[in-house]
């Protein structure tokens, strides 16, 4: 129960901080409106670190805070398919209370926000270019871009060769990594890399009465889920191929 408690704390803490600071570029007559795409890139990586030390402090030591990187974990042995669904659920639902809390922190922006594009923005994912095709690769890259680097980081080969890590330095380093893969591969399709980031928002954005919201573009809403969880099974046949998980 520890554990599950964890992922939905760890994951809740991820997407508010994430969330948050997508709301406080976008919306209208915040302070760091326009603050653009290197903001929510540094912030997106620091929000990792926190969600990652929020799910192990509650238990998850594991701290996978991305059903796909449970998927992943699942395909090597660490979970149960219970267990790993059940983790999963948790996540989701994480994400769904800190939709409900980015919503609550920026209650005085969502009507002086004309732009429902920006509104739904701020809860989950969009492409640049529409086209299902290329979103989906896109996303599907982005996650094993993602979770194979995690394996190199905590891989027995550089536990070897450099004496492993600082103890409490590895997430960190994740964070880091999150930064860069938004730098790099987050231009197409706003990189969810994450279903629960984008699915349990987005779930927020539907059931919430958020001024002036438009739709939640369901139509969308599969790529960020299924992409990532593809790119989570890729990247354990990758990882496992290459001896580093």
């Given at each position: 129960?520890?554990?599950?408690?964890?992922?939905?704390?760890?994951?809740?803490?991820?997407?508010?901080?994430?969330?948050?600071?997508?709301?406080?570029?976008?919306?209208?007559?915040?302070?760091?409106?326009?603050?653009?795409?290197?903001?929510?890139?540094?912030?997106?990586?620091?929000?990792?670190?926190?969600?990652?030390?929020?799910?192990t402090s509650l238990g998850a030591p594991?701290?996978?805070?991305?059903?796909?990187?449970?998927?992943?974990?699942?395909?090597?042995?660490?979970?149960?398919?219970?267990?790993?669904?059940?983790?999963?659920?948790?996540?989701?639902?994480?994400?769904?209370?800190?939709?409900?809390?980015?919503?609550?922190?920026?209650?005085?922006?969502?009507?002086?926000?004309?732009?429902?594009?920006?509104?739904?923005?701020?809860?989950?994912?969009?492409?640049?270019?529409?086209?299902?095709?290329?979103?989906?690769?896109?996303?599907?890259?982005?996650?094993?871009?993602?979770?194979?680097?995690?394996?190199?980081?905590?891989?027995?080969?550089?536990?070897?060769?450099?004496?492993?890590?600082?103890?409490?330095?590895?997430?960190?380093?994740?964070?880091?990594?999150?930064?860069?893969?938004?730098?790099?591969?987050?231009?197409?399709?706003?990189?969810?890399?994450?279903?629960?980031?984008?699915?349990?928002?987005?779930?927020?954005?539907?059931?919430?009465?958020?001024?002036?919201?438009?739709?939640?573009?369901?139509?969308?809403?599969?790529?960020?889920?299924?992409?990532?969880?593809?790119?989570?099974?890729?990247?354990?046949?990758?990882?496992?191929?290459?001896?580093?998980?």
């Amino acid at each position: 129960m520890t554990n599950l408690l964890g992922e939905f704390f760890g994951t809740m803490t991820l997407v508010v901080f994430g969330d948050g600071l997508v709301a406080c570029a976008l919306l209208n007559k915040s302070k760091g409106q326009n603050a653009g795409w290197v903001h929510i890139t540094i912030g997106w990586g620091a929000a990792v670190v926190m969600g990652v030390f929020a799910a192990t402090s509650l238990g998850a030591p594991q701290a996978d805070i991305n059903p796909a990187v449970t998927l992943a974990k699942m395909l090597a042995g660490t979970y149960t398919l219970p267990h790993a669904m059940m983790t999963m659920l948790a996540q989701v639902g994480g994400g769904i209370l800190a939709g409900v809390v980015v919503w609550l922190a920026y209650l005085g922006h969502w009507e002086a926000t004309e732009d429902k594009g920006l509104k739904l923005a701020v809860f989950s994912t969009g492409p640049a270019i529409r086209n299902p095709i290329n979103n989906f690769i896109t996303e599907l890259i982005g996650t094993v871009f993602l979770i194979v680097p995690i394996m190199f980081i905590f891989s027995s080969g550089v536990k070897e060769a450099l004496g492993g890590l600082t103890p409490g330095f590895g997430p960190f380093l994740v964070g880091w990594l999150v930064m860069v893969i938004g730098m790099a591969l987050g231009g197409p399709t706003g990189y969810a890399i994450n279903p629960a980031r984008d699915l349990g928002p987005r779930i927020a954005h539907f059931v919430l009465p958020i001024a002036g919201k438009g739709d939640s573009d369901w139509g969308y809403a599969w790529i960020p889920v299924l992409a990532p969880l593809t790119g989570g099974a890729v990247s354990y046949f990758i990882a496992h191929a290459l001896g580093v998980m």
